[in-house]
């Protein structure tokens, strides 16, 4: 849609933080007033509106998109998205290894076990690693370990851990980056280790390169929006 309003900015509301262009206040696709818990956060998303140019591109707004996110979805069915996001523990990225090549196999060994050691000695989800491409079940206690710390974030927070998941394939990943363990970009680089390889070997395609620099900028924008949120 084209740009209608001529400024945008943030101000207290009952609640929080509302955004408003102009003086008219931003609402959600569910017709609920955009309000967020902190300042901060409530300056950065009236600076996506604000840099918006003739036209209103949603794809480059994320941080309202995770709020629109928090009110609508989360906040109506928090512990279903919970136990969506928990269940990534299920086929988690890190505990699938290859038999060969053996350098590949190293690579995945060297970024992934210290996490999969972290992630049992601090959340108590204790996984298991096999190697193929078959599902292994994993210990149903592991899942609830994972369910339980995924269920302590806060509506607004859990919004943007549910895409930061999504973009790296990985709750541990996802859990990691957001508690300090590790930052973004090392996120990013352990959840694409079999795609740099590849790379390496047999050249990039463009497509999929494409492809993943649009998590990758999710990604970040997750990350932020959760800093934002404890800001």
Known sequence: MKRFYKGARS???????????????VMTPGKRVLTVPRAALGDAI???????????DPMSMPLTRFANTALDIVGERRDEVAAEI??????????????????????????????????AEAHGARLEITTGLIP????????EALCARVTAFDDFALAAFQRA????????????MTTGRIDAK?????????????????????EARDAREVLR???????????????
Not at 217 to 231: G, K, Q, T, V
């Open 165 to 176: 998941t999504g973009a790296l394939g990985s709750v541990v990943l996802a859990l990691a």
């Open 136 to 143: 292994a079940p994993q210990p149903p206690e592991a899942v």
């Open 46 to 56: 009236a600076g996506e509106w604000s840099a918006q140019e003739e036209t209103v």
């Open 86 to 119: 928990a269940g990534y523990g299920e086929t988690d990225l890190v505990c699938y290894r290859v038999e060969r090549p053996d350098e590949l196999r190293r690579r995945q060994e060297a970024a992934w076990d210290p996490l999969v050691d972290w992630i």
């Open 186 to 206: 090392d996120a990013w680089a352990a959840s694409t280790i079999d795609e740099s390889y590849q790379a390496e070997r047999w050249g990039e395609d463009g």
């Open 11 to 25: 101000a207290p509301v009952e609640g929080g933080f509302g955004v408003f262009l102009d003086d008219r206040p």
């Open 217 to 231: 900028f999710e990604l970040l924008a997750a990350d932020r929006f959760i800093r934002l949120c404890r800001s």
